[in-house]
Each structure stands twice: as structure tokens, then as C-alpha cells.
């Protein structure tokens, strides 16, 4: 039987060495799916995965997780193609406009946050968000709501008797509690919404095992720990590429005494990997699932609890089912009447 496994944000990063592992498992009958919005890079990232798996069935789909019609376009897509769907990894995500406090990061450097500091960002990161065509807020709607609108369209082929089908996000260790609002769910008055956005899609997780799980869809949440991507880079746009390249000793350094430096996509994508090869059932809804990398550069997989409960993840379903109604999307509707 076939397994057929989709991938937003496969393009390049953690997504496309994701995609390269899946592949390099040599499972028979796999599908693999790369949901992309750009697909200029969508086909140069197909063309490399199959000039190193020849024989491997690659498909690409057009989807813009911060435009409704984007997702609901793809979403029909998906299926019309597929009559089931194994595995949803929901990986795409953006920060857009970091602003970088250089004070605080060279103070950090020696200090004992230092750890804390690139693991997280904290303290030394903001963003400032931008709003979408649709009116919502641009991290919430890319990293969050985009998701959740392609969830629920994909019930269809997601949800079937008999049978398990997984979600599995990609979330962050700057998912702070403190820089999420349940009244403000887009974070429209802060300044750290992709923190916001993270922790958010940590809750939704948990609110949709509470809702899914008797009908066969499991969702897990998953940290790479510290990886250098074009996310992190831009970190920094002005700074000069090889800043980064004289900083690498450094994290190879901190890495002896950490494990969440892992430092390579290749090793980010380890707990993504390793969740694919697990029964759903035997997992904690309320864990997240840590990519970590020795000094030795080992990789491996542990959960750890998250700071989320059920009363709060329910909360936000809730107002995200208020915002898929208002915004006149769902299996319900037609989306293209409706926008």
C-alpha cells in the first residue's frame, strides 16, 4: 500500500532535507508531496531530490499558507489527486522584518544566557508583521492559520475509519507562552508574533488530538533546536555572510556543552524523521519532540513537556473556527464565492 506524505515548505531547509531523508529510507509505494508557494523552487527542489532518487514518485503543489484562496485552491488539489493522505508535515513558516538588538547579543555572548540566547532568541529579537491581502496578520496567517485552514479542508483525506493519519508540525523553542494573547491570537500589538505563532501551533496540536484522535488523525509537535537556514540568516540582513562563518566555532564549541545546537538542517530534521517511524498512540500530545545533537554530533530524539493546557488549546480552536466562518472558508463553503 502506498504512503503518501505531504510536505509544506519543502523547498529548501529543514522541508527539503526532510524530504531527502524520507527518501533516502527507500520505503516501498511512498508519495511524496512538496506544497510550496514559490514553484520555480519547488522544481529545482524536485529536480535535485530525483537526481539522487531516480525512481521516486514526486509530486509538487502550488500553496501560499498566508492566502485562504491559496490553501483552499490546494487543498481541492490534494483531493482530487489523492484519496487518502498519511502524513501532513506542517512546515512552512516565515519571520519576517527581524529586528536585532546587537547590544544585547554581543552582552549575551558572555554571559551565562548565551545558550538560551541562540536556542531561543530571546531577548535579543523582534519582528515587525505585516497584514495579507485577506486582512489578517502575515506570521499568523503563514505559520498558523494557513495550517489550519489546510487541515480542515484535507478532512476529507485525513480522517478515514480504520486506518491512522498524522499531522506533524514544525514548532520552535521560542514558542513562549509569554509572547501569546488569547485575546489577541494574531498579535496584532506585539512585537514577537512568530513566537506567538509557535506556541500557538503548540496548543493547536493539542486541540486537534482532542478532536481527532477517535477518527484516526494524530498530531505531534516537533523542535529542530538552533540549525543555520535561510531563516536564521536573515536574521541578520546586513551583516556580512561571513560573520556567520567566524561564529561557527563558536556554536561548534557551545555544542559540546548542549544539545540543542544541532546546527545543520540535516540534523534539525531529526525528530521530524523519527516521528514518522512511530505509532501514533504512543505518543504525548502534550510533549514536543526535540531534534538534539551531541558534541559528538550524534543525533537523537526526546520529548519534552510543553507549557500548554487543554482549556487554553480548546479557547484557541474555538476562535480560529470563528475566523475560518467569518473569513467564509470550510468544507461548508465555497471559497471562491466567498473571497
Known amino acids: 500500500m502506498n504512503t503518501v506524505v505531504l510536505v509544506t515548505g519543502a523547498n529548501s531547509g529543514i522541508g527539503l532535507v526532510l524530504c531527502e531523508r524520507l527518501l533516502s529510507q527507500d520505503l516501498e509505494g511512498l508519495q511524496l508531496c512538496l506544497a510550496c508557494r514559490s514553484m520555480r523552487r519547488a522544481q529545482a527542489a524536485r529536480s535535485a531530490l530525483l537526481a539522487s532518487h531516480p525512481a521516486a514518485q514526486v509530486a509538487l503543489l502550488q500553496v501560499d499558507t498566508s492566502s485562504i484562496s491559496s490553501v483552499i485552491a490546494a487543498a481541492r488539489e490534494v483531493k482530487l489527486r489523492y484519496n487518502r493522505l498519511d502524513?501532513?508535515?506542517?512546515?512552512?513558516?516565515?519571520?519576517?522584518?527581524?529586528?536585532?538588538?546587537?547590544?544585547?547579543f554581543f552582552k549575551g555572548l558572555f554571559s551565562s544566557?548565551?545558550?538560551?540566547?541562540?536556542?531561543?532568541?530571546?531577548?535579543?529579537?523582534?519582528?515587525?508583521?505585516?497584514?495579507?491581502?485577506?486582512?489578517?496578520?502575515?506570521?499568523?496567517?503563514?505559520?498558523?492559520?494557513?495550517?489550519f485552514l489546510l487541515i480542515r479542508e484535507l478532512e476529507p483525506v485525513l480522517c478515514h475509519a480504520g486506518r491512522t493519519s498524522r499531522l506533524i508540525w514544525t514548532s520552535s523553542s521560542n514558542a513562549h507562552r509569554s509572547a501569546f494573547d488569547l485575546d489577541d491570537v494574531q498579535h496584532r500589538r506585539g512585537a514577537r508574533p512568530y513566537s506567538s505563532s509557535k506556541y500557538a501551533s503548540d496548543l493547536l496540536s493539542l486541540a486537534l488530538n482532542t478532536r481527532y484522535n477517535k477518527q484516526g488523525l494524530f498530531s505531534s509537535v516537533t523542535c529542530p533546536g538552533f540549525v543555520m537556514t535561510n531563516l536564521t540568516?536573515?536574521?541578520?540582513?546586513?551583516?556580512?555572510?561571513?560573520?556567520?562563518?567566524?561564529?561557527?566555532?563558536?556554536?561548534?564549541?557551545i555544542r559540546m556543552f548542549t544539545n540543542t545546537f544541532t546546527l545543520t538542517p540535516y540534523n534539525g530534521a531529526e525528530a521530524l524523521l523519527w516521528l514518522f517511524k512511530q505509532k501514533p498512540e504512543s505518543?504525548?500530545?502534550?510533549?514536543?519532540?526535540?531534534?538534539?545533537t551531541?558534541?559528538?554530533?550524534n543525533n537523537y530524539t526526546l520529548p519534552r513537556k510543553m507549557d500548554i493546557d487543554v482549556e487554553t488549546s480548546d479557547a484557541l480552536f474555538e476562535k480560529l473556527l470563528r475566523l475560518e466562518r467569518d473569513n467564509c472558508v470550510g468544507s461548508a463553503f465555497d471559497a471562491a464565492s466567498c473571497l
Do not use: C
Open 233 to 253: 540568516y536573515g536574521i541578520l540582513p546586513s551583516f556580512p555572510a561571513v560573520l556567520w562563518t567566524l561564529l561557527m566555532p563558536v556554536f561548534w564549541l
Open 294 to 297: 551531541s558534541g559528538l554530533g
Open 283 to 292: 505518543l504525548d500530545p502534550q510533549a514536543k519532540y526535540h531534534s538534539f
Open 113 to 147: 544566557r548565551i545558550v538560551s540566547m541562540f536556542a531561543t532568541g530571546e531577548g535579543i529579537l523582534t519582528q515587525k508583521d505585516g497584514v495579507t491581502p485577506d486582512g489578517l496578520q502575515d506570521v499568523f496567517a503563514t505559520n498558523l492559520f494557513g495550517h
Open 87 to 104: 502524513y501532513l508535515y506542517l512546515n512552512a513558516g516565515i519571520m519576517p522584518n527581524p529586528q536585532f538588538d546587537v547590544k544585547a
